[in-house]
C-alpha cells in the first residue's frame, strides 16, 4: 500500500533508526517514535524555534565570528508510560511486534508484547498517535492493553519524565547536549500534569501538559479482555501557556488529522505507475517533508525536520532551493510562510552582513535558529554568500508560480532589494579579458569540499539572477522602491552590475569553471580512498580536502539546473566532468544529479540517482538517519521527479513540462497549482496530457509546442 509504510517494509530494527522513520509531526512539534515502555537517550519531543543557546569556545577567536551555538531542545517524550502487574511488578521489557504508519490519516500504530523478568507472563500494547493539523498544539495517545499470558489488574501511570541529555562526540552532524534547562512540574489535579521547561541563556519558556479524562494512573481488570486509556499531549509555542480546557476526544485529533492529509493529497499527489515501493517512498518523503514545516511565518524548516535534534535543529539554505519548490507549486500558503520567517530576521541579517564587512544591505545566517549566524566555521559557513540569492530566487519562484504582489509589496520586495545590496556593496570590478567585469572574492559555494575561492561559478550566476530581479521589481513596483529609499542611480548599478557579473568559464574543457583556481587544482586520489573513508570530512583535515578537485555536491551543475542557460552539448560535457569529482558525501547532491541527467537523456544515470535520492532514509543510506530524516533529500525526491522526469520550469511566465519518463514507469502522474489553478499532469510513454482541475484556462508549453489546456 502506497500510503502507508511498516515495519516489515524496512530491512533495519534498530530503535534509533525506527524513533525517526515512523516519527510524527506537524510544523509545530514533532514526536519520535520511541518505545513507550524502556524509552531511549534520543527519544523524546522536538518543538520547532524553541532553543537554547551557548557560547561557541573558540582557541582563538577573531573579529565578527559568531558568538553563540543555538540548539533546538529535546523536551520529555510524551509516549512514555508505566504499566503494572497487581504485585506491582512492572513490566519492563519490550519487544516491538508490528508498527504502521498510515499517511492517508496521520495515524501512528505500535504494537509491543511485554514481560517482566520477575512474573514471565505477558501483555500486549497497542499505541495510537496521530498530532492534530489545525490546531497544532494537540497530540492524541490510545493506549490498548491486551491480556496475554497475563490477565490480572494492572495499573497504568502516565507522567511526563524528565531525561538528562546525552553529549555526543565525533560527528558535527549531531546535536550538542543542552544541560541548562529549568522544569517545573504542576498536578493541578489527578487527570492534568503541566511540565513548563526554561532556557536559562535563551530565556525562553514552554509548556507540556498531559491530560486524561479520569485520572492519569488508573487501575484496569484485563480479566474481561482489552482495555483502552486514552491521553491528550498539549504542547505550547514558545513562551507561551497551554490550555487543558475543551480539549479534543482522540477520536476528533484524528478526525482532524486525516481531513488534513486528504486536502493535501487532493493537491499534491503524485502517483509512480510501475514501481509500487517507489510510490511508497515518494508518499512517505512528502509526509514527512510537509509534517516538518513551519506554517506560521516565524519558524523554518530545520535540517532534520522535527523528526530529530541532527544539527541542532538549524534552517539552512536547504529550505530555499530543495523544499520550498514543492510547497510553492502544491501548498503555496506554506511557502508564503517561509518566506515570511526569513523577512523576520532581516534585522539579525542587516548585524550578520555589518560583522563581515559589508557596509550595505544584509547577509542571512548559514545556519540560526532564532535569527543570528550560528556557524562557528566560517570557511564553510558564513562565507557561503549565496545564500542571499539563494532566498531571492525562492521569492521569485513563488512570485511567478502564483502572481501574488500583496506578498513581495509587504515582505519579499525588501528581501529581494536588501540582498542586492549586500552583492552590490560585496563585490568589485576587475579586468578580465580585456573587459571590466564585476567579481567577488573569498567566497564559498554550495561545495563545502572547496571553500574561500574567488568567483564560484554558482554564487555570480545566482548574483547575477538576485541583482536582475531586484531591477525587475524595481521597475513594477515603483513606489514600493521609493519606500526602500530606492534611488535611480542604485537601480541602474544593479543592472550594470548584473550585466557584468564574471562567470568563469574554460575554453579548453568548453565548460563553466567551478571558480578562479579550480582546475589548476590536482584530481583527489578516489582510486586509494578507501570506501570507509567517505564522508570525507570525518576522516581528512579540511585544508587536505580544500587542496584538490573533489565535490561534495553539485555546485556548478546546481547553477546549469536552475537557469538551463548553456547548450546542451555544453550540459553534458559538465555533468561528465563534474560527475567524476563529486563524492555525494551530501544528501542533497543525488537528486540535481538525476534531474539534470534526466533532462539530457543520459536515463540510466537518472533512474540509478533517483533510486537512491528516494529511498536515502528508508534505507539508511547516509548512515545517520537515526539522528533525523535528511528533510532537504526528500524535498530533492519531488524535484527529480517533477523537474527531472516531468521537466517542469517556468520560462518567460508560462509553465513548461517535457516529457522524460523512465523506461521502467508506465505512467506518471503529478498534481500541482500555478497561478491559482490545479493542475493534474499525466505522462506516458508516447504523450502528457494535462488537466485543470479548477480555474481557468492556462497557456502550457508541452515539449515545446505551445498549447491552451481546460
Known amino acids: 500500500m502506497s500510503n502507508s509504510i511498516s515495519l516489515n517494509d524496512l530491512k533495519s530494527r534498530d530503535p534509533s533508526y525506527l524513533e525517526t522513520i515512523f516519527s510524527l509531526a506537524n510544523g509545530h512539534f514533532g514526536i519520535r517514535a520511541s518505545d513507550p515502555i524502556i524509552g531511549s537517550d534520543t527519544a523524546g519531543t522536538v518543538v520547532n524555534g524553541f532553543y537554547e543557546i551557548s557560547k561557541i569556545i573558540y582557541g582563538e577567536k577573531a573579529f565578527g565570528y559568531a558568538d553563540n551555538n543555538q540548539t533546538i531542545v529535546k523536551l520529555p517524550d510524551l509516549r512514555t508510560i508505566n504499566i503494572y502487574d497487581n504485585q506491582g511488578n512492572k513490566f519492563d521489557i519490550s519487544n516491538l511486534k508490528t508498527e504502521s504508519l498510515n499517511m492517508n490519516t496521520g495515524l501512528l500504530t505500535s504494537t509491543y508484547e511485554l514481560s517482566n523478568n520477575i512474573s514471565g ?72 500534569e503541566i511540565l513548563t521547561t526554561t532556557t536559562k541563556k535563551s530565556k525562553m519558556s514552554l509548556q507540556m501538559a498531559i491530560y486524561a479524562k479520569d485520572s492519569l494512573e488508573k487501575e484496569y481488570d484485563l480479566s474481561n479482555g ?77 535540517a532534520k525536520g522535527l523528526s530529530g535534534t541532527g544539527y541542532d535543529g538549524h534552517y539552512f539554505w536547504d529550505t530555499e532551493m530543495y523544499m520550498s519548490p514543492f510547497f510553492t507549486y502544491t501548498n503555496p500558503e506554506i511557502a508564503k510562510n ?30 540560526t535558529i532564532g535569527g543570528p549566524e550560528a556557524s562557528s566555521y566560517f570557511p564553510a559557513g558564513t562565507a557561503q554568500y549565496h545564500i542571499n540569492a539563494d532566498i531571492s530566487y525562492a521569492v521569485a519562484r513563488y512570485y511567478r508560480a502564483t502572481n501574488d504582489e ?78 526602500l529609499g530606492v534611488t535611480t542611480e542604485e537601480r541602474n548599478n544593479f543592472l550594470k552590475e548584473s550585466k557584468s557579473i564574471y562567470l568563469p568559464y574554460d575554453s579548453e574543457k568548453k565548460i563553466n569553471e567551478q571558480d578562479d583556481s579550480a582546475f589548476n587544482k590536482p584530481i583527489w586520489p578516489f582510486e586509494t580512498t578507501p570506501k ?61 544529479f538525476s534531474a539534470l541527467a534526466a533532462r539530457i537523456g543520459l536515463k540510466n544515470k537518472a533512474y540509478s540517482y533517483f533510486m ?59 498534481r500541482l497549482q500555478f497561478q491559482g489553478r490545479l493542475l493534474e499532469i499525466n505522462y506516458l510513454p508516447s504523450k502528457i496530457d494535462v488537466s485543470i482541475l479548477s480555474g481557468e484556462p492556462l497557456k502550457i508549453i508541452v515539449d515545446g509546442v505551445c498549447r491552451k489546456d481546460s
Open 406 to 483: 500583496d506578498l513581495i509589496k509587504k515582505y519579499g520586495m525588501e528581501i529581494i532589494i536588501e540582498t542586492a545590496r549586500f552583492w552590490n556593496s560585496l563585490g568589485s570590478y576587475s579586468k578580465i579579458n580585456g573587459k571590466d567585469q564585476f567579481c567577488f572574492f573569498d567566497v564559498t559555494g554550495p561545495d563545502e569540499y572547496t571553500a574561500i575561492v574567488n568567483n564560484n561559478y554558482y554564487t555570480n550566476r545566482m548574483a547575477k539572477f538576485n541583482l536582475g530581479f531586484a531591477v525587475e521589481l524595481i521597475d513594477k513596483f515603483p513606489e514600493k522602491a521609493t519606500e
Open 612 to 670: 537512491d535520492t528516494v529511498k536515502t532514509d528508508l534505507i539508511d543510506l547516509q548512515k545517520n538517519t537515526q539522528d533525523g530524516l535528511h528533510i532537504a533529500n526528500l524535498g530533492g525526491s519531488w524535484l527529480t521527479v517533477v523537474s527531472g522526469f516531468g521537466g517542469l520550469q517556468v520560462k518567460n511566465g508560462s509553465l513548461t513540462i517535457a516529457n522524460h519518463l523512465p523506461d521502467e514507469w508506465k505512467k506518471l502522474s503529478i
Open 226 to 302: 482489552k482495555v483502552v486509556f486514552d491521553v491528550i499531549g498539549v504542547v505550547s509555542e514558545p513562551n507561551g501557556k497551554v490550555s487543558t480546557n475543551d480539549l479534543p476526544s482522540f477520536e476528533k485529533i484524528v478526525n482532524d488529522s486525516t481531513n488534513f492529509w486528504s486536502d493535501f493529497w487532493e493537491r499534491s499527489e503524485v502517483k509512480i505507475t510501475g514501481d509500487d515501493s517507489l510510490n511508497q517512498a515518494l508518499h512517505f518523503n512528502l509526509f514527512q517533508l510537509t509534517s516538518s514545516s513551519g506554517r506560521d511565518g516565524k519558524t523554518n524548516i530545520s
Open 532 to 592: 570507509e573513508n567517505y564522508p570525507l570530512l570525518l576522516h581528512y583535515h579540511p585544508l587536505r580536502i580544500y587542496r584538490y578537485q573533489v565535490n561534495k555536491q553539485a555546485d556548478t551543475l546546481l547553477a546549469d539546473f536552475l537557469f538551463d542557460d548553456i547548450t546542451k552539448e555544453q550540459l553534458i560535457r559538465e555533468y561528465d566532468y563534474y560527475e567524476k569529482i563529486t563524492t555525494h558525501d551530501s544528501s542533497l547532491s543525488r537528486s540535481i
Open 338 to 367: 517561509l518566506i515570511k520567517y526569513r523577512y523576520s530576521i532581516l534585522e539579525d541579517s542587516k548585524k550578520t552582513a555589518r560583522a563581515a564587512g559589508v557596509d550595505e544591505g544584509v547577509l542571512f545566517p548559514w545556519r
Open 121 to 192: 507472563k505477558t501483555i500486549e500494547l497497542t499505541v495510537n498517535s496521530t498530532l492534530q493539523q489545525s490546531d497544532n498544539q494537540m497530540v492524541g495517545l490510545r493506549y490498548e492493553i491486551k491480556p496475554l499470558s497475563y490477565s490480572g489488574n494492572i495499573k497504568l501511570t502516565k507522567h511526563l519524565n524528565i531525561v538528562a541529555s546525552v553529549d555526543t562526540v565525533g560527528d558535527p552532524r549531531r546535536a550538542k547536549a543542552v544541560k541548562t534547562l529549568e522544569y517545573q512540574k504542576d498536578n493541578p489535579n489527578s487527570h492534568q
